[in-house]
Every structure is written in structure tokens, then in C-alpha cells.
């Protein structure tokens, strides 16, 4: 299954674009994420002749359409996308991808980091038989950069068809791409 952090790409343009006059001081955007992350897994997994052909894939590369909203300091991200595992051979097993849907909510500790909680679902595109899905949650900070937002967490897999339960350390990178 994917193992990425969406959310944390919909934050980096909030802050830059103010709501509407009369919407309660807060902001929100929407926006494209590139979001390029490697995650190591922790603790108990599928050996590799027993796992689906994304679990042993530790670098992916995802595109997502990102909304974010800020109400004083606490932010609420939400985003739906497309993963792809790098370096695999997945195209010979039939595997086309993943969809994923997150949404997360943070709080802006200082102005550049923002502890957030995410929750997510993922479903891997598989041509010939059942595609396995995930629900996860992460845990972790963000921290804003000149060129977008560095992310680390632990994800945990809370349930799922096909996939192991299982926690990873990810580390994350949003580009936000403007309009």
C-alpha cells in the first residue's frame, strides 16, 4: 500500500491566499501538490513473497488536488490523489497505482511548524484481481520551507483488505504548484 502524506501540501498555500472579507479572519486554498516521500517501515511485515506488490516499496511520487482551510491557529487540510511506487517493477504484477483520499488537522505552533493528525484512505489499482485498500492515521510535524512544506510522521495501518497492519516513519515533501 502507499505510504505517503498528503495533507501536508494543502498548508503551504493557505497561509499565503486570505479568505474572503467577513469570513471570520480565517483563510483557505486550493491548490496541486507534488508530493515525493520515502517511508521505513517499523516493527512486524509481510515477508516480500507474501505482500502485495506495493508493500515492500519504500519511495513513491504523488499528485493531488489539495484544499486547506485556517481558523485562528488550528488548520484542516483536505486533498484526493494518485501515488505511484518509484523503482518498482509493479507494471509486470498488474499494478496501476494508487487513489487516496486524507484529511488532516493541525495546529500552527510557530510560523513554520504545525504538529497535525491525518487521517486517510488508499486503494491500490490493480489490474487482475482484488485491490487492496487502507485506512491510516498519521501522527507528526510539518514544517514550512521557502520551496513548500518537509514532513515526518508515523503512519499506522488501522484496517485494510490485502495490506499488513503495520507502522512506518515517513518523510515527506509538498510542492505546492500555484496557478
Not at 56 to 61: F, G, K, L, P, Q
Not at 101 to 124: C, I, K, M, N, Y
Not at 172 to 177: D, L, R, V
Amino acid at each position: 500500500m502507499r505510504r505517503r502524506w498528503l495533507s501536508c501540501g494543502s498548508d503551504a498555500v493557505s497561509r499565503r491566499r486570505p479568505a474572503r472579507p467577513g469570513s471570520g479572519g480565517g483563510t483557505r486554498a486550493v491548490a496541486l501538490a507534488l508530493l515525493p516521500s520515502l517511508s521505513l517501515p517499523l516493527g512486524r511485515h509481510l515477508d516480500a513473497d507474501d505482500a502485495i506488490p506495493t508493500a515492500s516499496r519504500r519511495a513513491t511520487i504523488g499528485l493531488a488536488l489539495a484544499a486547506s482551510g485556517h481558523v485562528g491557529r488550528v488548520a484542516l487540510n483536505g486533498d484526493a490523489g494518485y501515488t505511484h511506487a518509484l523503482g518498482s517493477r509493479d507494471d509486470r504484477e498488474g499494478y496501476r497505482g494508487t487513489l487516496a483520499v486524507d484529511a488532516a488537522l493541525g495546529f500552527q505552533a510557530t510560523g513554520a511548524l504545525q504538529p497535525a493528525l491525518e487521517l486517510g484512505w488508499a486503494r491500490d489499482r490493480v489490474e487482475d484481481g482484488p485491490s487492496p485498500w487502507a485506512l491510516t492515521l498519521t501522527a507528526g510535524l510539518q514544517y514550512a520551507l521557502p520551496a513548500g512544506r518537509l514532513g515526518l510522521g508515523v503512519q499506522r495501518v488501522v484496517d485494510g483488505a490485502l495490506v499488513d497492519i503495520t507502522t512506518v516513519l515517513l518523510v515527506g515533501f509538498a510542492i505546492t504548484i500555484d496557478p
